[in-house]
């Protein structure tokens, strides 16, 4: 299989993941949400499956093939999450970022053979990157919450219940975020000779990490309210800068991260 | 609202005092970077990090037996850990905006040199919170030991695992030692420059056997025949040659590759055959074609390299198509490794694929990039890690225990009490 058969695996998998997205919102279309969910993902999965046999080599060579990865990963750790935690916010996102990473690769197929750098292709690479926009993904609706208690506590009508969902989707995102970082420790140590080097990039992520410790930590007593619940969006736009900030530092020039040319 | 009661310095200690404590900390830290200068990391190599990490181990053990005071309390608990935490994050983040110096200009006496910011990591004020921390975290670890509790597995997996690898990362740090080895084809070499460009003999040796490289096929593009600059200049328009799908546009010509050789060497009449050897470069016969005007031009081009010269398709008097210097799919070194007490490995390094021998980490570096694969050495970063070991039980443990937080949450008591 080449990617000229690509539409034919692509577009039914994307129909299956939107229509997962909007039917999780019927309560009692739970089950067929979750059918189509897993349907689009098997698709998807099977052109993967077939490009690599095509090519008899595993598809990590190129942005377009990493692209790939990313939708397949986003849908299937996205989907356990969800029938885990039950939120149903949550498959939504993961469908609609895996469609999103599965339409780059339609409609901008010059990009299927921008070749990686060696430093680049390495089995590492897609699960450090996947586990961490799904902590993008859990941190960013723990800022909406968080707003939304602030506005609450405005009121003086804390809601548990509200705190309970913060806590929780801090914790699941954190666990992401660390354990992306850990695996990019592992992976600096087989490319580049050591496992921290305090790179630009993983200053920051320190920062972000550390940022959220705060908040977790100070979540365990019951002090200064409404700075811990601004630490959730300052913390997320620490994190945000890590992400896209950290490429127009002028300390940065020279990081190992910053790919583009 | 009990806090605004107490008086300041009273038991039991929040968060005043500890900020108190660890703005305290940073000011001698900053005072002693001013006055000795910075922290001098080689100081802890060992044997000196050994005897550091045991006296810290015993005094963790020590001081537990004063867990039940009130400033064991404080010293192991939230508010004094949030306040370290904080300190790092702040110097993290100047860490992260000031350019960071891998040698300082001697001369220097700007106020982040001063202060150490150039350099945070070997800033007094980083150190000490760094091993306050240490402290800290480990008195945490020991007086929730005691009180073993199995349900808190999470708890002991990422502070445990956290605490092992802030431990190991720094007190080895000083114990790494990384160098550049150049070794040429055919050769055996075990010498390699330090960074004051001493000469050093290694306990280990590499003989290279050979040194292989991949290419990508290149792309074409159309550049200005007087300039050289590739078109349009602000956005400059490129075709990745591909043998399965071998049409493409660039800007208003339509590309046709007939024919491509990845191994090519010119012949005398202009044209390209395959020869597979060091000096040969892809090479394409491509067939051109102006949309606008019809015109067709056919021809070879070659990007060239240091052993043969290249050759572009004019189209215009004032363009013409040229391929591009082709970018490394692979290097690959095949070599043997020999160390002194007479092992020998066989193995063959690639980027992401290093060879690890003892502590040793052998690593595909570089190569002669202006030779490309007619490279005649491979260069080769040796770095020794003794404590690296821990350092990986520490990242296993942590990652165990992100996991343990990915699949629990926050599943604890907690809902009702806090909103009270």
């Known amino acids: 299989m080449t990617w000229s058969e690509y539409l034919w695996f692509a577009i039914p998998a994307i129909i299956c993941w939107l229509s997962a997205a909007g039917i999780v919102y019927i309560s009692n279309k739970k089950n067929l949400a979750n059918a189509l969910m897993i349907l689009g993902t098997i698709i998807f999965g099977a052109f993967i499956v077939g490009l690599w046999i095509g090519q008899e080599r595993p598809p990590l060579r190129t942005i377009g093939e990493t692209r790939l990865w990313y939708s397949f990963f986003l849908a299937t750790i996205g989907f356990v999450t969800y029938r885990h935690w039950k939120y149903d916010w949550m498959l939504s996102f993961s469908a609609v970022v895996a469609t999103v990473f599965a339409c780059v690769n339609i409609f901008k197929p010059e990009i299927h053979s921008t070749n990686l750098m060696p430093a680049l292709q390495s089995y590492w690479f897609v699960p450090h990157v996947t586990v961490y926009i799904l902590s993008y993904a859990m941190f960013g609706a723990a800022v909406i919450a968080a707003f939304i208690q602030l506005s609450r506590l405005n009121k003086g009508k804390e809601d548990a219940q509200l705190y309970a969902f913060i806590d929780n989707i801090v914790y699941v995102g954190f666990g992401f975020l660390i354990l992306g970082m850990l695996m990019g420790a592992v992976w600096a140590k087989e490319a580049w000779g050591h496992y921290w080097s305090w790179d630009p990039k993983e200053t920051w992520a320190f920062i972000t990490a550390a940022a959220y410790l705060v908040f977790i930590h100070m979540r365990l007593q019951q002090y200064h309210k409404r700075f811990v619940l601004w630490m959730i969006p300052i913390a997320f736009i620490l994190l945000m800068f890590t992400w896209i900030g950290v490429n127009y530092l002028p300390a940065a020039q020279g990081s190992i991260h910053v790919y583009s040319n | ?420």
């Open chain 2, 1 to 420: 609202m009990a806090d605004n009661k107490k008086q300041i310095w009273q038991f039991p200690w929040r968060y005043s005092e500890s900020i108190l404590v660890v703005f305290g900390l940073m000011v001698v830290g900053f005072a002693l970077q001013l006055t000795i200068g910075k922290f001098d990391f080689s100081l802890l190599a060992d044997p000196v990090n050994v005897k550091l990490g045991s006296a810290i181990i015993v005094f963790l053990v020590l001081f537990s037996f004063v867990r039940n005071t009130q400033f064991y309390q404080w010293f192991s608990g939230v508010p004094f850990s949030v306040s370290l935490i904080s300190a790092l994050l702040i110097l993290g983040i100047a860490m992260g905006l000031i350019p960071q110096m891998v040698k300082l200009d001697p001369h220097a006496h700007d106020f982040w040199t001063l202060l150490g910011l150039r350099q945070v990591t070997s800033c007094w004020a980083f150190v000490l919170i760094y091993f306050v921390t240490l402290l800290s975290l480990g008195s945490l670890i020991i007086r929730r030991l005691i009180k073993f509790n199995w349900r808190d597995y999470a708890f002991y997996l990422n502070h445990i695992g956290l605490w092992i690898l802030l431990f190991a990362s720094g007190l080895g740090a000083a114990d790494i030692k990384r160098y550049v080895m150049h070794v040429m084809e055919g050769e055996t070499e075990w010498r390699v420059y330090s960074d004051n460009d001493d000469v050093l003999d290694l306990p280990i040796a590499i003989q290279l056997n050979d040194f292989v490289m991949e290419e990508y096929p290149p792309k074409l593009t159309i550049i200005d025949r007087e300039s050289g600059e590739a078109q349009p200049i602000d956005k400059p328009d490129y075709y990745q040659i591909d043998e399965k799908n071998p049409i493409g546009k660039i800007g208003i010509w339509d590309v046709a590759v007939e024919e491509y050789i990845h191994e090519a060497v010119r012949n005398s009449d202009s044209t390209y055959t395959a020869v597979p050897m060091p000096g040969s470069t892809p090479a394409a016969l491509i067939t051109a074609k102006n949309r606008e005007t019809g015109d067709v031009k056919k021809g070879w081009v070659c990007g060239g390299s240091l052993a043969q010269l290249y050759m572009m398709l004019p189209l215009t008097d004032e363009y013409a198509m040229v391929m591009t210097q082709t970018e490394p799919k692979r290097f690959m070194s095949d070599i043997d490794v020999f160390t002194e007490e007479g092992e020998s490995t066989h193995a063959q390094l690639e980027v992401n694929k290093p060879l690890k021998i003892g502590n040793w980490m052998i690593y595909q570096y570089s190569y002669d990039s202006t030779a490309g694969k007619a490279s005649s050495y491979s260069s080769f970063e040796l770095v020794y890690d003794p404590w690296l070991y821990p350092v990986y039980f520490g990242i296993i443990l942590f990652a165990l225990g992100s996991i343990c937080l990915m699949w629990s949450g926050n599943k604890k008591k907690g809902v009702k009490n806090d909103v009270e």
